[in-house]
């Protein structure tokens, strides 16, 4: 017991005897103990209410399929950019990419719009074409025919039970080994520690900038080798679960010390009645329409360990209603362990998609950090109004900041003849102000990107480009003090708070087989100090920077190749290089970071799949 604690025990408790301080000890426990479950019973409280309201919903839609239970496709899977090449061709309808990752389902419904229309997109010849449009027409319907039999291949048992395929559906269905992988990395590059106090909140994170948003998987300053494997099975049409462990072996550069893990890196059930989705165990979320998301939940951390319930498909109201456009909504509630600062801290939010035509679609979010070990109490008000964006607390001086709370907005609009192009937008609020110039540059991060999936006439190629501002308060508080974080690495955008980023990605495929990558990112993050001024009436003023200091600054670039054979193997490689400006907030300490990687991934799927007769 520290001093102060003896001194407060004394002056509190002057004249209890042993019996009442022995009672008063056991009452302060039981209301640590109910504290402590807060979070937790928060989430309960509203899940119950909110729960009600979606079955209600979900009974209303209309819906033409009921969806058996499968599980989810990784956010970085081929798969997605294959779709994006579909839909640019005309083939599909553009799919709500604001909530990821999809289900193997969703993917199949996508694939049978595709195989459909592409029936009617034969080559039509005429008296006047040149020899040279004959030629890029040949090489589009080449490509598209190569994309389909792929996809088909991929999601052949969800495409039969849709019907598109012929086949018997079983009701048990395993993949004992679908995917094992083999990983060997070596980086020269030391994690970056990001500022922890910048005047407006702490933060406790680190961003290994060039082995980033990797699904939480350690990136290590020497070598690293892997392997983890893929598990699924289907057990009924109503469920559906999937594991993936890893195991890995590190040794660090600067020590040759050497360190042995195994880990989960996801596993999950997914319980699914129509269009209705219950997922439960540790699975990714990631909400906006970039590559890793947006701001709010990206890629970079670990699955959460969650409930989560959602529509995975785009349903429409009935009657009059359905006019209004396809709608998708999820809500979850994840704990991040006992490594977060206030332990078992809970993190709850929830997402709104709305397509309101077919080429436009937007969406809205809330994240919120709330409950844990030693946080403050929570009304059934503020656990609401927390939840749902509307925060009762933490909005004047004298008010307590009980909880961490997000909000983020999306915008996505399609261009077919632009190349398919898809332009969106992002825009995450961290701090409620009084004034729209407060809110817009104190309190709020922005991303604004560019996808063009067909930048040549055959459609092999494609181009990624991204802005990202982030103000000085993003992930960052003053109760949860390693900030919008899981395991020190941010649940958000990488690039963290007081930070400018540009990223472009270019892909090509040369063939059937090999797929070209190549990356350029420019990194500026700041160390400046800030502080928060306050007006005369009390209120929260402007962000005001009190000292300027060194900007860590970083160029960027990768190369990747994916080699496909027919012999059920995939290859990838991968050279990078970085320069460092200011490494670490240094002024003048500058570096050259390099990493090459070999990951091998192998389909045993023919081997250890199994299934009931029906």
């Known amino acids: 017991m520290s001093h102060y604690d003896m001194k407060c025990d004394q002056v509190c408790h002057p004249v209890l005897d042993t019996g009442s301080r022995k009672s008063l000890k056991i009452l302060d426990s039981r209301v640590k103990q109910e504290r402590d479950s807060h979070g937790f019973m928060a989430f309960f409280h509203i899940a119950k209410p909110l729960l009600l309201v ?43 990419i604001d909530q990821r990752p999809f289900l193997r389902s969703e993917f199949a419904r996508l694939i049978a719009e595709a195989i459909k229309n592409n029936k009617t997109h034969d080559i039509v010849l005429s008296s006047d074409m040149k020899f040279g449009d004959y030629e890029e027409l040949l090489a589009r319907k080449h490509y598209i025919d190569a994309l389909l039999a792929k996809l088909t291949k991929e999601f052949k048992e969800e495409l039969i039970e849709r019907g598109v395929l012929p086949g018997n559906s079983p009701t048990i269905i395993g993949h004992g080994l679908e995917d094992v992988r083999f990983d060997t990395i070596y980086m020269s590059s030391a994690p970056l520690t990001i500022l922890y106090d910048n005047g407006v909140g702490d933060v406790s994170a680190t961003v290994t900038t060039l082995n980033h948003y ?24 109503f469920f559906a679960f999937r594991v993936q462990p890893r195991i890995e072996a590190n040794i660090w550069s600067n020590s040759r010390d050497s360190e042995n893990k195994m880990l989960l890196q996801e596993g999950y059930g997914v319980v699914q ?10 699975m990714g979320i990631v909400y906006g329409p970039g590559t890793h998301g947006s701001l709010i939940l990206t890629d970079n951390a670990r699955p959460l360990d969650q409930i989560q319930i959602s529509t995975p498909s785009p349903f429409r109201f009935p009657w009059i209603f359905k006019h209004l456009g396809q709608w998708r909504i999820s809500l979850f509630g ?43 109490y929570l009304s059934s008000l503020d656990i609401f109004g927390e939840f749902f ?55 709020s991060s922005y991303l604004g990107g560019l996808y063009l999936p067909r930048i040549n006439p055959s459609g092999t ?18 109760l949860y003090l390693d900030g919008y974080t899981l395991d020190h690495l941010y649940i958000g955008d990488a690039l963290g708070s007081d930070a400018l980023g540009f990223h472009a ?17 420019w990194e500026l993050r700041r160390s400046n100090m800030h502080v928060l001024t306050m007006e005369p009436d009390g209120t929260y003023g402007d962000t005001v920077v009190t000292q300027r200091g060194p900007s860590d600054e970083r160029y960027r670039g990768v190369l990747r190749a994916r080699f496909q054979s027919k012999h059920y193997y995939k290859l990838y490689t991968s050279f990078g290089y970085e320069r460092v400006l200011n490494e670490q907030y240094q002024a003048g300490v500058d570096k050259n970071n390099w990493l090459f990687s070999v990951l091998i991934k192998f389909d045993l799927d023919r081997y250890f799949r199994f299934q009931t007769k029906n």
Not at 461 to 475: G, V
């Open 54 to 96: 979606f079955i209600l919903i979900l009974t209303l839609q209309q819906q033409a399929f009921a969806t058996p239970a499968s599980t989810y496709v990784d956010v970085n899977d081929e798969a997605y950019r294959d779709i994006e090449k579909l839909v640019a061709f005309g083939l599909c309808p553009p799919p709500m």
């Open 214 to 237: 990797n699904s939480g998987r350690h990136a290590i300053d020497g070598f690293q080798q892997s392997f983890e494997f893929i598990s699924r099975f289907k057990l009924s049409k």
């Open 273 to 282: 009645v129509g269009d209705a989705a219950l997922t439960f165990g540790r």
């Open 334 to 376: 994840a704990n991040l362990g006992p490594e977060s600062y206030l332990k078992y801290t809970w993190l709850t939010g929830y997402r709104l998609s709305y397509m309101p035509v077919r080429y436009l679609e937007l969406g809205f979010g809330n994240s919120t950090m709330m409950g844990g070990d030693g946080s403050p």
């Open 389 to 443: 964006g509307f925060r009762p607390a933490g909005t004047t001086p004298t008010s307590p900041n009980k909880t961490n709370h997000l909000m983020e907005a999306t915008v996505t609009a399609r261009i077919p003849p632009l190349w398919g192009a898809t332009i969106y937008g992002s825009l995450l609020n961290d701090d409620k102000r009084d004034t729209l110039e407060r809110f817009f540059v104190d309190g």
């Open 461 to 478: 190629a494609d181009l990624r480009l991204e802005f990202r501002r982030m103000c000085a308060i993003s992930y960052r508080h003053i």
């Open 505 to 521: 990605n270019l892909n090509y495929d040369l063939s059937n087989k090999i797929l070209l990558s190549a990356f350029f990112d």
